[in-house]
C-alpha cells in the first residue's frame, strides 16, 4: 500500500507543469548574476552590471509565467501549490543569509547601523524591501554602500507581482478571457508609468513595482507564446540563431555603455530586457545557447546563482562599513571568491534540500522561521539596535550622536502648532522647531546645515532669553518656480515649494516684528560665482529691510571618510587617518568665502560673520573629532548634537563682542 506521504507527494506532481530543464537559462543566469556582482564589487569595470537584475526579472517572467499557464491549461493550476514552491525555493537561503547578517551585525555594529539592518531585514523578510528603501530615498538617506540588504528590492518586486500575476491567469483562464491581451494591456501601463516618472521622480521609478513590472511581463509575454505558439510563425533554425544573436549582442551593448548616469530604468532598460527575451525566445538549441551560454561553467554559476546574489552584497557592504571606505581591491577579490563559495555550500547544503520538499509541515516550519525572523528584525529597529549589547557598552556615548535622519531636532509640535504649514505634509522632509510658544527672535535661516545648529541655541544658557526658530528645508539658490511647474517627487526644494517657504518665513518676520538676528548657514562650500552671491545679497537685504541683523555662518568643514571611522568599532581596532585634515584644508574654505565675504560686506556692512570652524581647527590642523566625541552624525556631515552644544558656546563667546545685543531680546 502507497503511503500517504507517497500518495500526497504524487498528487501534488501531477498538479504544476514544469517546463523542460533548459541549460542555456542557467547561462543566462550566470551572465546576470556576475555581471551585478562584478558591478558592487568593481562598479568602475563592470560600470553596467546592475542590468543584470533586469535579465533576472525577464527570466522569472518567463519561468513561473510558464509554469502557471500550463498549469491552468491542464486544468492542474493550485494557487496553494505555487506559493509553497516559491516558499521552497526562496526561504531557506535566504532565512541563512539573513540569520548571518544579524549575527554580525550583533557584534558589530553601532546602534545605527544596527537598527537600520533590523528595519532591512523585517523588509526582506516580508519582501517589500522596494518599499522601504523607496521610504528611505531622500535628502537624509544613507549610503547605499552601507546597507545591507539593498539588493533584496528585486526580491520584493519579483514577490509582489506574483502575489497578483497567478490570481490574473486563474481569474483569465475560468473567464475565457485572453490572457495575452491582458498582459499587453499591463505591460504598456507599466512601461508608460516608467518612462513618465524616470526624470523627474527617479527613486520613485526605480523602486516602486508598478513602474517595473513591465520587466517582467516581457517574460510573461514570452511564456505565452511559447505555451500557444502561432501557427504562422516558422521557428526555423536560422530564426532561431538570429535571436540569440541579436538578444545576446543588446546585452553586450547595455552592459558596455549603460551607467548610474542614465536615467534607469527608462527606454535603455530595453536592451537587457529585450535582449534576455530574445535569448530565451531562440530555445536552446540556437548555437550560442547551446554552446555557449549552455557551458559547465556558466550553468554551474546559474545553478548557484540565487544564493550567489543574496550572499555577495551582504559581504561587501560589511566590509565598507568596517573599513569606513571602499575595500581595497584584494579585498573585494577575496570576498567575492568567499560569496561564491558560501553560494556553492548553500545550494548543496540548504537549497537543494529543500527546493523538491513536499511536506507541508516543513513548508510551514519555513514560513515561521521567516515570519520570526521578520519579527526579530523589527523589534531591532523599533528599539534603537538594541543598545544594551554588551559589545558595544564601551562605545555607548559615543554612538548616541550617530542618530543619522533620526534627527530629534528637525520638527516639534510647538512649531508645527504655531505655524501652520499644509504643504509640508508633501515633503520628505521639513524643519521647524522653536524653543518657546512665543514670536521668535533669533531665526535659523538656510536649510539642514541651519538647522542642525538649533539643538545648542535653544538650549544655551547665555541665550535662554531668547525664541529660537529653525524653520524651512531650502538653502540659497534653491529653484523657484511658478505654481504651474511640474514637481520632483516628495523634495521641499523644487519647482515653487522654496518660493513658497520663503513667503511664509518672510511673512512670520514682517507679522512678529520681534525677530532681532536671523542666522544664514547651509551656504554652498564650493567657489562663488556672480550669480549664487547675488541671490545670498538678496536675501541678507531683505532680511535688513525688516530691521533684522543678519549673521553669517562661514560654511563649516567636511572630510573625505566617514565620521565612525574615527572611532573603534566593536572586534575591530584602528581609526581611520581622514579624521583630521592640516589647516590648509581651512584656509581652502577662508579663501574660497572670501569673494562672497568681501561682496556682502560691500554692499550691507552691518553684516557679521561668524567662523564656525575655529571649533575644531588650531593652528595646525582641523578634526572631525572633539574631546573624544564626534563633531558629525552621519554621512553627509551635519553635526551631532555634541558638536551643536560646543558651537553654540563658541557662538556665544563670540556674539558677547561682536553682537552683545543678541542676549537681551
Same mark, same amino acid.
Given at each position: 500500500?502507497?503511503?500517504?506521504?507517497?500518495?500526497?507527494?504524487?498528487?501534488?506532481?501531477?498538479?504544476?507543469?514544469?517546463?523542460?530543464?533548459?541549460?542555456?537559462?542557467?547561462?543566462?543566469?550566470?551572465?546576470?548574476?556576475?555581471?551585478?556582482?562584478?558591478?558592487?564589487?568593481?562598479?568602475?569595470?563592470?560600470?553596467?552590471? /546592475? *542590468?543584470?537584475?533586469?535579465?533576472? +526579472?525577464?527570466? !522569472? %517572467? #518567463?519561468?513561473?509565467?510558464?509554469?502557471?499557464? @500550463?498549469?491552468?491549461?491542464?486544468?492542474?493550476?493550485?494557487?496553494?501549490?505555487?506559493?509553497?514552491?516559491?516558499?521552497?525555493?526562496?526561504?531557506?537561503?535566504?532565512?541563512?543569509?539573513?540569520?548571518?547578517?544579524?549575527?554580525?551585525?550583533?557584534?558589530?555594529?553601532?546602534?545605527?547601523?544596527?537598527?537600520?539592518?533590523?528595519?532591512?531585514?523585517?523588509?526582506?523578510?516580508? /519582501? *517589500?524591501?522596494?518599499?522601504?528603501? +523607496?521610504?528611505? !530615498? %531622500? #535628502?537624509?538617506?544613507?549610503?547605499?554602500?552601507? @546597507?545591507?540588504?539593498?539588493?533584496?528590492?528585486?526580491?520584493?518586486?519579483?514577490?509582489?507581482?506574483?502575489?497578483?500575476?497567478?490570481?490574473?491567469?486563474?481569474?483569465?483562464?475560468?473567464?475565457?478571457?485572453?490572457?495575452?491581451?491582458?498582459?499587453?494591456?499591463?505591460?504598456?501601463?507599466?512601461?508608460?508609468?516608467?518612462?513618465?516618472?524616470?526624470?523627474?521622480?527617479?527613486?520613485?521609478?526605480?523602486?516602486?513595482?508598478?513602474?517595473?513590472?513591465?520587466?517582467?511581463?516581457?517574460?510573461?509575454?514570452?511564456?505565452?507564446?511559447?505555451?500557444?505558439?502561432?501557427?504562422?510563425?516558422?521557428?526555423?533554425?536560422?530564426?532561431?540563431?538570429?535571436?540569440?544573436?541579436?538578444?545576446?549582442?543588446?546585452?553586450?551593448?547595455?552592459?558596455?555603455?549603460?551607467?548610474?548616469?542614465?536615467?534607469?530604468?527608462?527606454?535603455?532598460?530595453?536592451?537587457?530586457?529585450?535582449?534576455?527575451?530574445?535569448?530565451?525566445?531562440?530555445?536552446?538549441?540556437?548555437?550560442?545557447?547551446?554552446?555557449?551560454?549552455?557551458?559547465?561553467?556558466?550553468?554551474?554559476?546559474?545553478?548557484?546563482?540565487?544564493?550567489?546574489?543574496?550572499?555577495?552584497?551582504?559581504?561587501?557592504?560589511?566590509?565598507?562599513?568596517?573599513?569606513?571606505?571602499?575595500?581595497?581591491?584584494?579585498?573585494?577579490?577575496?570576498?567575492?571568491?568567499?560569496?561564491?563559495?558560501?553560494?556553492?555550500?548553500?545550494?548543496?547544503?540548504?537549497?537543494?534540500?529543500?527546493?523538491?520538499?513536499?511536506?507541508?509541515?516543513?513548508?510551514?516550519?519555513?514560513?515561521?522561521?521567516?515570519?520570526?525572523?521578520?519579527?526579530?528584525?523589527?523589534?531591532?529597529?523599533?528599539?534603537?539596535?538594541?543598545?544594551?549589547?554588551?559589545?558595544?557598552?564601551?562605545?555607548?556615548?559615543?554612538?548616541?550622536?550617530?542618530?543619522?535622519?533620526?534627527?530629534?531636532?528637525?520638527?516639534?509640535?510647538?512649531?508645527?502648532?504655531?505655524?501652520?504649514?499644509?504643504?509640508?505634509?508633501?515633503?520628505?522632509?521639513?524643519?521647524?522647531?522653536?524653543?518657546?510658544?512665543?514670536?521668535?527672535?533669533?531665526?535659523?535661516?538656510?536649510?539642514?546645515?541651519?538647522?542642525?545648529?538649533?539643538?545648542?541655541?535653544?538650549?544655551?544658557?547665555?541665550?535662554?532669553?531668547?525664541?529660537?526658530?529653525?524653520?524651512?528645508?531650502?538653502?540659497?539658490?534653491?529653484?523657484?518656480?511658478?505654481?504651474?511647474?511640474?514637481?520632483?517627487?516628495?523634495?521641499?526644494?523644487?519647482?515653487?515649494?522654496?518660493?513658497?517657504?520663503?513667503?511664509?518665513?518672510?511673512?512670520?518676520?514682517?507679522?512678529?516684528?520681534?525677530?532681532?538676528?536671523?542666522?544664514?548657514?547651509?551656504?554652498?562650500?564650493?567657489?562663488?560665482?556672480?550669480?549664487?552671491?547675488?541671490?545670498?545679497?538678496?536675501?541678507?537685504?531683505?532680511?535688513?529691510?525688516?530691521?533684522?541683523?543678519?549673521?553669517?555662518?562661514?560654511?563649516?568643514?567636511?572630510?573625505?571618510?566617514?565620521?565612525?571611522?574615527?572611532?573603534?568599532?566593536?572586534?575591530?581596532?584602528?581609526?581611520?587617518?581622514?579624521?583630521?585634515?592640516?589647516?590648509?584644508?581651512?584656509?581652502?574654505?577662508?579663501?574660497?568665502?572670501?569673494?562672497?565675504?568681501?561682496?556682502?560686506?560691500?554692499?550691507?556692512?552691518?553684516?557679521?560673520?561668524?567662523?564656525?570652524?575655529?571649533?575644531?581647527?588650531?593652528?595646525?590642523?582641523?578634526?572631525?573629532?572633539?574631546?573624544?566625541?564626534?563633531?558629525?552624525?552621519?554621512?553627509?556631515?551635519?553635526?551631532?548634537?555634541?558638536?551643536?552644544?560646543?558651537?553654540?558656546?563658541?557662538?556665544?563667546?563670540?556674539?558677547?563682542?561682536?553682537?552683545?545685543?543678541?542676549?537681551?531680546?
Amino acid at each position: 500500500m502507497t503511503s500517504l506521504q507517497t500518495q500526497s507527494i504524487a498528487s501534488i506532481e501531477k498538479h504544476l507543469a514544469h517546463p523542460k530543464y533548459r541549460p542555456d537559462i542557467d547561462g543566462m543566469r550566470a551572465i546576470a548574476v556576475l555581471a551585478v556582482v562584478g558591478f558592487h564589487a568593481f562598479p568602475e569595470l563592470v560600470t553596467g552590471g /546592475f *542590468i543584470g537584475v533586469d535579465i533576472f +526579472f525577464v527570466i !522569472s %517572467g #518567463y519561468l513561473i509565467s510558464t509554469i502557471l499557464m @500550463k498549469s491552468a491549461e491542464r486544468g492542474t493550476f493550485r494557487i496553494g501549490e505555487f506559493y509553497s514552491k516559491r516558499v521552497n525555493r526562496i526561504f531557506p537561503a535566504l532565512i541563512v543569509v539573513m540569520l548571518s547578517a544579524y549575527v554580525f551585525g550583533w557584534l558589530a555594529l553601532f546602534t545605527d547601523e544596527f537598527q537600520q539592518l533590523g528595519k532591512h531585514i523585517a523588509g526582506g523578510a516580508s /519582501f *517589500i524591501s522596494n518599499l522601504v528603501l +523607496f521610504d528611505e !530615498s %531622500g #535628502y537624509f538617506d544613507t549610503s547605499a554602500e552601507i @546597507k545591507p540588504f539593498l539588493h533584496l528590492w528585486s526580491l520584493g518586486i519579483e514577490e509582489q507581482y506574483y502575489i497578483f500575476w497567478p490570481l490574473i491567469i486563474w481569474a483569465a483562464w475560468k473567464r475565457n478571457i485572453n490572457l495575452l491581451f491582458i498582459a499587453v494591456i499591463l505591460f504598456g501601463a507599466s512601461f508608460v508609468a516608467n518612462i513618465e516618472n524616470v526624470r523627474e521622480s527617479p527613486s520613485y521609478t526605480f523602486y516602486l513595482p508598478h513602474t517595473r513590472v513591465w520587466e517582467l511581463i516581457i517574460g510573461s509575454m514570452l511564456a505565452y507564446a511559447h505555451c500557444f505558439p502561432s501557427k504562422h510563425f516558422k521557428n526555423t533554425a536560422l530564426t532561431r540563431n538570429l535571436m540569440s544573436v541579436s538578444g545576446l549582442a543588446l546585452i553586450a551593448y547595455g552592459l558596455a555603455t549603460i551607467t548610474k548616469a542614465d536615467q534607469f530604468p527608462g527606454w535603455v532598460a530595453l536592451y537587457p530586457t529585450v535582449g534576455a527575451a530574445l535569448v530565451i525566445g531562440a530555445g536552446p538549441g540556437a548555437l550560442l545557447n547551446k554552446y555557449v551560454l549552455g557551458n559547465r561553467i556558466l550553468v554551474w554559476f546559474g545553478l548557484i546563482s540565487f544564493p550567489l546574489y543574496l550572499w555577495h552584497w551582504p559581504l561587501l557592504t560589511f566590509a565598507r562599513i568596517v573599513e569606513n571606505n571602499t575595500p581595497p581591491e584584494d579585498t573585494r577579490i577575496t570576498l567575492v571568491l568567499a560569496s561564491i563559495v558560501l553560494a556553492w555550500l548553500t545550494y548543496w547544503f540548504v537549497e537543494k534540500p529543500f527546493r523538491n520538499n513536499r511536506n507541508w509541515k516543513t513548508t510551514t516550519a519555513l514560513v515561521a522561521a521567516m515570519t520570526a525572523i521578520g519579527v526579530t528584525g523589527f523589534l531591532t529597529y523599533q528599539n534603537a539596535g538594541l543598545p544594551w549589547r554588551p559589545s558595544i557598552q564601551k562605545t555607548i556615548a559615543v554612538q548616541d550622536q550617530f542618530v543619522g535622519s533620526s534627527w530629534k531636532y528637525a520638527v516639534n509640535d510647538i512649531c508645527l502648532n504655531r505655524y501652520a504649514f499644509e504643504e509640508r505634509k508633501d515633503f520628505g522632509y521639513w524643519f521647524c522647531s522653536t524653543n518657546k510658544d512665543a514670536s521668535p527672535t533669533i531665526l535659523l535661516f538656510g536649510n539642514s546645515f541651519a538647522n542642525h545648529l538649533y539643538p545648542g541655541l535653544a538650549n544655551n544658557k547665555d541665550l535662554k532669553n531668547n525664541t529660537v526658530l529653525s524653520i524651512g528645508a531650502c538653502g540659497v539658490g534653491s529653484p523657484t518656480y511658478s505654481d504651474k511647474t511640474i514637481l520632483g517627487g516628495n523634495d521641499p526644494c523644487t519647482g515653487y515649494r522654496p518660493a513658497h517657504q520663503e513667503n511664509l518665513i518672510f511673512d512670520i518676520i514682517e507679522k512678529s516684528k520681534t525677530v532681532k538676528y536671523a542666522i544664514i548657514d547651509g551656504l554652498i562650500n564650493t567657489p562663488y560665482g556672480e550669480f549664487y552671491i547675488s541671490l545670498v545679497e538678496e536675501r541678507v537685504a531683505r532680511l535688513l529691510a525688516n530691521n533684522v541683523n543678519v549673521i553669517i555662518f562661514v560654511p563649516h568643514m567636511t572630510f573625505n571618510t566617514d565620521i565612525k571611522g574615527c572611532f573603534t568599532r566593536p572586534f575591530f581596532s584602528g581609526m581611520n587617518e581622514g579624521c583630521s585634515v592640516p589647516i590648509e584644508k581651512k584656509k581652502e574654505v577662508d579663501d574660497r568665502f572670501r569673494p562672497m565675504m568681501e561682496a556682502i560686506l560691500a554692499k550691507h556692512p552691518s553684516v557679521k560673520f561668524f567662523d564656525q570652524n575655529e571649533l575644531i581647527c588650531n593652528s595646525s590642523k582641523c578634526s572631525m573629532v572633539l574631546d573624544g566625541m564626534p563633531m558629525y552624525r552621519d554621512q553627509v556631515y551635519h553635526y551631532s548634537e555634541y558638536a551643536s552644544q560646543k558651537m553654540s558656546e563658541l557662538f556665544a563667546t563670540w556674539a558677547k563682542e561682536h553682537a552683545p545685543d543678541i542676549f537681551n531680546p
